[in-house]
């Protein structure tokens, strides 16, 4: 499974000072997760580095920045079939699922369906390009 | 252990990190969730811990088990 995207929940004025902030960014807003997303390509590791900026207290990482401040996330990973991968961890002890969502990122490839899990303190993100069935 | 007991001590002993013993006073009266005391990063955090010690799954995705995070008295009776 490789390594997709790293989710960095921070403040906007924040950017700046990350090492890996990108220089070319695609900025959107995801109205249904209440955050702000600017994404940036880091072409050496062929990675994608996703800053999450929360938008109101409805957001889903305001809690998370409030309690650990500017921090890594989300480590995502892209599968081919996210019900299979969903399949597999739904009922693993250790693994809680949070949510699943489609959403349009057109810098990923357009609409992809995600999905989260919480594992040892740390959100893991599989997301896929959606398929119609 | 008897899985209750085994349960209690889990929700205790995250509580008392959390917030120091001060928590359990009047804490069968406490809305955890309302009351501040447990937000969403300490439930997934919580919900983790108890599937790791029990092997037991929670699903929080339900809404009967997320409501059980509120009260005290159903939290330890969760699994």
Redesign the interface.
């Known amino acids: 499974m490789k390594i997709h995207h790293i989710g960095i929940a921070t403040s906007e004025k924040n950017i700046k000072n990350y090492f890996f902030r990108p220089n070319k960014r695609f900025t959107y807003i995801d109205k249904n997760q209440n955050n702000k997303l600017i994404i940036g390509y880091n072409k050496d590791n062929n990675l994608w580095i996703e800053f999450i900026i929360p938008l109101n207290k409805k957001s889903t990482v305001y809690n998370f920045l409030n309690k650990h401040g500017s921090s890594i996330h989300h480590i995502a990973y892209y599968v081919k079939d996210l019900k299979a991968v969903k399949k597999k961890y739904l009922n693993r002890a250790g693994y809680i699922f949070v949510d699943s969502f489609q959403i349009n990122l057109p810098c990923f490839g357009g609409q992809m369906e995600t999905m989260f899990f919480y594992n040892k303190n740390i959100f893991i993100e599989f997301l896929s390009k959606y398929k119609k069935e | 252990m008897h899985s209750k007991n085994k349960l209690k001590k889990i929700v205790d002993n995250f509580l008392i990190k959390k917030e120091g013993k001060k928590v359990f006073k009047n804490i069968t009266k406490k809305k955890l969730v309302s009351d501040g005391i447990l ?3 300490d439930i ?2 919580l ?2 811990i108890i ?2 010690k ?8 339900d809404n009967k088990v997320f409501k059980k995070f509120e009260k005290y008295k159903e939290l330890i009776k969760l699994v």
């Open positions: 937000d969403s990063l997934f955090t919900a983790t599937e790791n029990t092997k037991k799954k929670i699903k929080i995705t």
